[in-house]
């Protein structure tokens, strides 16, 4: 543990470090050719370079030394943070539903990583009680740590080891479940689940924080909040993310987990249901129903856990120009399943076509989805999607492309027959493909224009 | 039954006791009794043409109602890097205080809303806080990084503020001395607040954002007056940069003060140099008053550790209350409660500031901490809002008082009332402490109230958002070509000229001196001369005519330079500059037309004098030496203006 001494610097500054004995978190007094310094040293992110050493100085700010300047450097003291998010147990009450939180990683409650400069995740009951006590009042809850990694890291192998979890939980009798995930792959690991998990008698929520808890302004509590009461109360027994629904602190939005997607990089609201309206909005007190259809919550345990993944399934995303050979190499290494993501109603240029034809031959699973998001495959309107039919694309309906990708991966875990495929693929499951596009479930509002600028002065966006 | 205290008596006795003298009347005896101590932070904004974090246009603002959408927060205090929660934050999120932010599309993006990570510093403003850290003598960082400061009032949406040290350890040298300087950060402004009504609190987006730098001393004046001449320092040594924004708001100050024995209380946002003095020798004497009142307290209450409250609501019939405002409140359907302070009597009405007693003290964190808007309180003890005797014997009777208890009633809605008995008590245990730490809003009468507990180091943060910036040597010495001259230089310059010592402000205030100087230099007018035209009629001017929004004090130079070329008196400059004030894109032939001036030369215009002191005889003014050249002066002034020198016109008529 030598090392620790000197956190995350190397190089120059850790030999300058070294040379004057001066520890990180130890009270350092250092001479510069630009005046005196005074303060504690911390630690310096890994990434960042070695020519600088930060103090904390006295007014709590922080403020980077450039060693090439610094003249004499002395420790007069040493104390260490203790940073911790205060720990209470969290308080039992009758009559409270329980519920299990399972963390992946992500940054619903966290803290600071002195390594990255980046934020941890706090995930103890204990500790959210101490971030949330709010919670106690919703709840009681249970936590265990499935894994921890970064969302953008999550991936096959996850999903099941949660599917898994999830079913034990489910035998246990637990009343609910929520998933504290990063948001960038949300959207991902709520389909992987809601076909690997199938039939499940309670609400399983995902949930994510935009702002990570380590700002008064973040959108982890009120999410963690509205999670835990949908999981705990809510009679909508299926596989959801809950998000913020506007930007501002109002309401959160329950969304199926094959229909919703991460629609903007930053925003608090990034999450949408995409051709369909959410399930319900949902606030501290109570959940409002949106779709009239749902799976009820129920008292019996049949859940049936599905943990299946081939990693041979692929995304081809078109575009104009695009040549065969993009096409040849994912075959050529040995791609099974390949969901193209198509123009307009479904298609991609002629210059493919032999590239299609000799996968078709190769036997690789080819399914149609769209760039625009919104909307149906249509392959009959054009000779395109009518060619591109004939030579073994089969149009996936209005599922989502990514959605497409994890149920293609999850199918030929199970069987590589073509036609026991196509019938699991495009057999709706919770929605994953609708028979109907409501009129209010394409709403994709053009700021500037008069009722648009009229409806967002008066309802907070 | 408790003792019944005269409250304007018991005023005007404790005011007394504690040695209050007016701030006119003060001498530095007195602030060396009380230990007066007072260190400043200045903030000031820059004049960049965007924003610090994000490429939204900075120095545009908007009308209250001038907004295109509404976004909701509420803040949560959240652990600092060391693992601390700052006090501030815990009593703010008691409030419960719902934040609505009216943005307008063309000053707000997403970042302000907090739903865009922030973009790379504004280069422009780095630059200025750097050339200002230079200039206050700073030692300059080599990396500068980005800090969040906890700000729970919800002034900034993300419930912090972004700010970075520039420098550290500075000094400015004042008339008699010198004050140290803690340091210079460069941080974004926060929001302006539309209102704070109840549990809502509403905010514009339009400055928040701009970028702003506070500079901060250590507390090394001694008076109010030094105060007020370090703030102006730094804040003309800001002017002198010429790249900082002036006008209403453009430069705000918060002020520490403490007495001996007291603790660091902080004015927040004094708007006025000028309400310095008064603001810091009132604050310095509401502590010295608080440690009376600790005195007091230690006398009446044997075990403070153990000292509580009570409370008990009552209805206003239940002890015959006749208050209009009470009994109204209490048809809308809020809570009236008694309390009970053992031990308190004279204590409510023990002086804190003029016109202000302790019983203010608890009702301004009632509004702040507790939401009840005020009046909120009356006590047989209060100033305003008095209970009649009856009505205080009966309150005494329904709360089992005894003789040394004082007591008084307060009136609000129900979901308020925990947190105001809370907000009451912690407030008296704080007086058997002393002086409570923190921060209070100022008012021109140079009285101030409670806004907040002062925040700590705790409340600090890093950005995890952005990247520390390096500065190198090199960098840093290209940017000290630019810098300006010290303001103490400037100020020995201009006695150097023999400019008026009143004009010194104005000048500096308006960074006017460099024009003097160039002027003085290039065209050789006398600096003294410009010195007065500038910090006497110039003032004048301004504060008599509506100024142009085209007016550049650059168009004094040119106009020097014109009468220089057209060989006519700069006498005439104060006749033109009013109309250049309002007309600054006028040919200064025209301002010339329009004051009817007409080109002469010395010979034409002294040629009427003879013939001048004649008429002087027709009129039937006393025959002194005096008069004549006066009245004649009178009737040649106008045209000599800008031909003849006046000084030299009236030699001209005396020699005649
Ligand atoms: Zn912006």
Redesign the pocket.
């Known amino acids: 543990m030598k090392d620790d001494l000197f956190q995350g610097y190397k190089g120059k500054a850790l030999e300058l470090l070294k040379k004057y004995n001066v520890r990180v978190w130890g009270q350092a007094m250092i001479d510069t050719t630009r005046g005196q310094f005074n303060g504690t040293v911390l630690p310096r992110a890994e990434n960042d370079d070695d020519q600088h050493i930060v103090l904390k100085i006295e007014t709590g700010y922080n403020v980077g030394v450039d060693i090439s300047t610094i003249t004499e450097m002395k420790e007069t003291g040493f104390k260490k943070a203790n940073y911790k998010i205060p720990e209470k147990d969290f308080p039992y009450t009758e009559n409270l539903p329980s519920v299990k939180l399972f963390g992946t990683g992500g940054t619903i409650a966290s803290r600071l990583d002195y390594r990255t400069g980046a934020v941890i995740p706090a995930f103890s009951p204990g500790e959210l009680y101490g971030a949330v006590p709010e919670l106690a009042d919703i709840c009681n809850l249970t936590t265990e740590k499935v894994f921890a990694v970064f969302s953008e890291n999550m991936g096959p192998e996850q999903y099941k080891k949660l599917a898994i979890a999830i079913g034990k939980e489910i035998e246990n009798g637990i009343e609910g479940i929520v998933i504290g995930h990063g948001t960038d792959t949300l959207h991902h690991t709520s389909a992987a689940l809601t076909y690997m998990v199938q039939n499940s008698p309670v609400p399983i929520v995902l949930v994510g924080s935009q702002r990570s808890s380590d700002r008064p302004s973040s959108d982890a509590a009120l999410n963690l909040m509205h999670a835990m009461h949908a999981a705990g109360h809510s009679d909508i027994a299926e596989v959801m993310v809950c998000m913020f629904g506007p930007t501002s602190d109002e309401f959160g939005l329950l969304h199926k987990g094959t229909r919703v997607r991460k629609m903007h990089s930053s925003y608090r609201s990034t999450f949408r249901t995409i051709g369909d309206t959410p399930l319900a909005t949902i606030d501290r007190k109570k959940i409002t129903p949106i779709k009239k259809n749902y799976n009820p919550r129920r008292k019996d345990r049949n859940v049936t856990i599905k943990p299946y993944f081939s990693d041979k399934v692929t995304m081809m995303y078109y575009y104009p120009g695009m040549k065969p050979d993009t096409l040849d190499a994912l075959v050529d290494n040995g791609y099974k399943g390949i969901v193209i993501v198509g123009t307009g109603l479904g298609h991609v240029n002629k210059e493919l076509y032999p590239a299609i034809k000799r996968a078709a031959a190769k036997g690789v699973h080819m399914y149609m989805t769209l760039q625009t998001i919104w909307g149906y495959v249509h392959m009959f309107v054009y000779d395109t999607g009518r060619d591109l039919m004939a030579m073994g694309i089969v149009p996936a309906g209005n599922m989502l492309p990514e959605v497409a990708f994890i149920k293609l991966g999850w199918v030929l875990g199970q069987t590589d027959d073509p036609e026991e495929v196509k019938e699991l693929m495009l057999t709706p499951i919770n929605d994953d493909i609708t028979k109907r596009e409501p009129y209010n479930g394409y709403l994709v509002y053009q700021g500037g224009i008069p009722e648009v600028e009229e409806f967002i002065r008066k309802v907070h966006k | 039954m408790s003792k019944s205290i005269d409250s304007r008596k018991n005023y005007e006795k404790t005011k007394k006791e504690i040695g209050y003298v007016a701030r006119k009347d003060a001498t530095q005896k007195d602030y060396d009794r009380i230990g007066f101590m007072s260190g400043l932070e200045v903030h000031q904004q820059l004049n960049t043409k965007e ?1 610090l974090f ?3 246009p900075a120095g545009v603002f908007h009308e209250n109602d001038d907004y295109d959408a509404e976004v909701i927060r509420h803040m949560r205090p959240t652990l600092s890097e060391l693992g601390e929660y700052d006090g501030t934050a815990l009593m703010e999120f008691k409030t419960r205080k719902e934040i609505i932010y009216k943005i307008n599309n063309e000053t ?2 997403t ?2 809303v907090d739903d865009t990570p922030p973009f790379k510093i504004d280069k422009e403003a780095l630059e200025i806080a750097i050339e200002i850290s230079l200039l206050s003598k700073l030692n300059i960082v080599g990396e500068v990084h980005i800090t969040r400061k906890q700000y729970l009032d919800g002034s900034i949406p993300t419930g912090f503020q972004r700010t970075a040290i520039i420098g550290v350890e500075g000094e400015i040298q004042l008339k008699n001395k010198k004050i140290r300087l803690i340091q210079l950060s460069l941080e974004e402004d926060s929001c302006r607040e539309i209102s704070d009504i109840g549990h809502t609190r509403v905010y514009k987006t339009d400055r928040l ?1 701009m970028p702003l730098i506070e500079t901060v001393t250590y507390p090394e004046f001694v008076n109010p007056d030094e105060v007020m001449e370090g703030c102006n320092y730094i804040r003309f040594l800001n002017r002198s940069t010429d790249k900082v924004r002036t006008g209403i708001g453009a430069g705000r100050q918060d002020v520490n003060v403490s007495c001996k024995g007291g603790t660091r209380v902080e004015i927040k946002g004094v708007a006025h140099t000028k309400w310095i003095p008064e603001l810091t020798h009132n604050e310095c004497f509401r502590q010295w008053a608080l440690l009376n009142v600790r005195k007091k307290l230690k006398e009446s209450v044997s075990n403070s550790k153990k000292w509580k409250i009570s409370s008990k609501e009552i209805t206003c019939a239940e002890i015959g209350l006749k208050n209009k405002i009470v009994i109204e409140a209490e048809n809308n359907g809020e809570k009236v409660v008694a309390v009970n302070l053992p031990g308190f009597n004279g204590i409510l009405s023990h002086f804190t500031q003029p016109g202000k007693i302790f019983l203010d003290e608890i009702s301004d964190r009632l509004k702040v901490i507790a939401c009840i808007e005020k009046p909120n309180i009356a006590s047989f003890e209060a100033l305003e809002n008095k209970l009649s005797k009856s009505e205080s014997e009966k309150l005494a009777e329904v709360l089992k008082a005894k003789e040394k208890d004082a007591q008084f009633i307060f009136w609000g809605p129900e979901d308020d009332i925990k947190t105001a008995l809370e907000t009451i008590e912690e407030r008296c245990i704080m007086a058997f402490e002393g002086v409570p730490n923190e921060t209070r809003k100022s008012f021109a009468d140079g009285s101030t109230i409670f806004e907040r507990v002062l925040p700590g180091a705790d409340r600090m943060y890093p950005d995890t958002d952005s990247a520390p910036i390096p500065l190198q040597n090199s960098y840093i010495e290209s940017l000290k070509k630019d810098i300006p001259m010290d303001v103490i230089d400037r100020m020995e310059q201009m006695k150097k000229w023999g400019i008026p010592e009143d004009t010194f402000t104005y000048l500096l205030k308006n960074n006017l001196v460099p024009l003097i100087e160039r002027i003085n230099k290039e065209l050789k007018v006398d600096a003294k001369f410009l010195g007065t035209i500038l910090g006497h009629r110039l003032k004048y001017i301004e504060g008599h005519y509506n100024k142009s929004v085209d007016f550049d004090y650059k168009i004094i130079y040119a106009l020097f330079k014109y009468l220089k070329s057209q060989k006519l008196d700069f006498g005439i400059a104060r006749e033109m500059l009013p109309i250049l004030y309002q007309h600054p894109k006028m040919e200064f032939e025209s301002v010339l037309t329009s004051l009817k001036f007409k080109k002469r030369n010395k010979e034409e215009l002294t040629a009427p004098i003879g013939f001048l002191k004649e008429k002087f005889k027709e009129t039937g003014k006393k025959k002194t030496k005096e008069n004549e050249i006066n009245w004649v002066m009178g009737e040649l002034r106008k045209q000599a203006v800008g031909n003849l020198d006046l000084k030299d016109l009236r030699k001209q008529i005396e020699n005649n």
């Open positions: 924003k994000c490429r939204c707000a993006c970042y302000e954002g």
